[in-house]
């Protein structure tokens, strides 16, 4: 049974505590040992399967380009996002300890939001690509050159890192009028700054950090789609529809997995709908966890070319030519 830091009264005000109080998974306080194991499948499995997306993509010169830059790109951040929350998630489950430094719960945050807006700006980039590709496709070699790539993967970078690095600067010198427990397993900056006295500033930052990155995004994404489906429409041959729409179904597949459950916790955030603590916590794990481990499996089910580069990179090379 989790206490709440005697540190800080309610009604108290005071600079950063030492330390925030983190919720683990609602109904296996009782059993730590149990959710480990899939904690650390899920960790393993992310990790090889984004490693063995970098690997081939790295490898092979024939995918060295802008869709399968971006699909780097992509596991870079999966392979970030899940390696952001392991440390307190794996905490929790092996020794119960829920109690985490505040310099250290900062530094997760900022990890975790980087990787996270990172992931949906790739996602974006990748949209773009694909309308593109398929919309201009005499002028889809001109648009997007090296040097385009190189400046789109610079904005990404600025973007992320300028909506969140002030974040924890902030907050560490924010008074706390608050107990400082956080309402997941790991350190989220809504879930920090609306400890923050006054409570205005944090939630307005939030709001602006999520409207500008994970609200503008997805709309984005969903309009240049429609570009997409529009440019169908006019092509004659069912074949040529169902290439093109081959070359998109991963991406879109990885764009629903990333936003609905984030569009589902906003939702269920309302004060007036009934939703358990158990259902808010299970939707943040999909959400956080099951995108880095589902987007390799996509990929290379999907895309034809990343399938049988790995399994001739994977295939015993026969030796001085034997037959």
């Known amino acids: ?34 959710w480990t194991l899939p904690l650390i499948a899920v960790y393993l499995l992310s990790a090889l399967g984004n490693g063995t997306i970098l690997w081939i993509i790295a490898l ?6 802008p869709m399968h830059f971006f699909l780097f790109l992509l596991s870079v951040s999966d392979i970030g996002l899940v390696t952001a929350l ?12 829920h109690t985490v430094p505040a310099s250290a719960c900062l530094l997760q945050m900022v990890f975790i939001h980087v990787f996270s807006v990172m992931e949906s700006s790739v996602l974006l980039a990748m949209s773009i690509d694909r309308a593109l590709a398929i919309c201009r496709p005499l002028h889809y070699p001109a648009l997007l050159t090296n040097g385009v790539i190189s400046k789109i993967s610079l904005a990404i970078c600025f973007r992320c890192l300028g909506l969140h690095l002030p974040l924890p600067f902030l907050l560490a010198y924010m008074p706390y009028c608050r107990p400082q427990v956080l309402t997941h397993s790991y350190c989220l900056h809504p879930d920090v700054a609306r400890l923050a006295c006054p409570e205005a500033w944090g939630a307005a930052y939030s709001l602006f950090v999520v409207l500008s990155a994970m609200g503008l995004d997805p709309l ?3 309009f240049s789609y429609g570009l997409i489906g529009k440019v169908l429409q006019g092509v004659e041959s069912r074949e040529d529809r169902w290439k093109a729409g081959q070359t998109c179904a991963a991406h879109l597949s990885a764009v629903l997995l990333f936003y609905i459950p984030m569009i589902l916790l906003a939702l269920i955030n309302h004060p007036e709908l009934p939703i358990t603590q158990h259902t808010h916590t299970l939707l943040s794990y999909v959400h956080f966890l099951l ?4 987007n390799p499996i ?9 399938r049988k580069r790995i399994l001739n990179r994977l295939q015993p090379r026969k030796v001085g030519g034997a037959q």
């Open 1 to 34: 049974m989790l206490t709440l830091p005697t540190q800080i009264a309610p009604n108290s005000s005071t600079s950063m505590a030492p330390t925030f109080l983190l919720v683990g998974m609602p109904g296996l306080s009782g059993a730590p040992s149990w």
């Open 298 to 306: 996509l990929y290379s089910a999907k895309m034809k070319e990343i």
């Open 220 to 222: 984005l994404i969903f």
């Open 86 to 97: 392991m440390p307190t998630l794996l905490g929790i489950a092996l020794a119960g300890a």
């Open 60 to 65: 092979e010169p024939a995918l060295h380009r």
């Open 291 to 294: 995108p880095p481990l589902i």
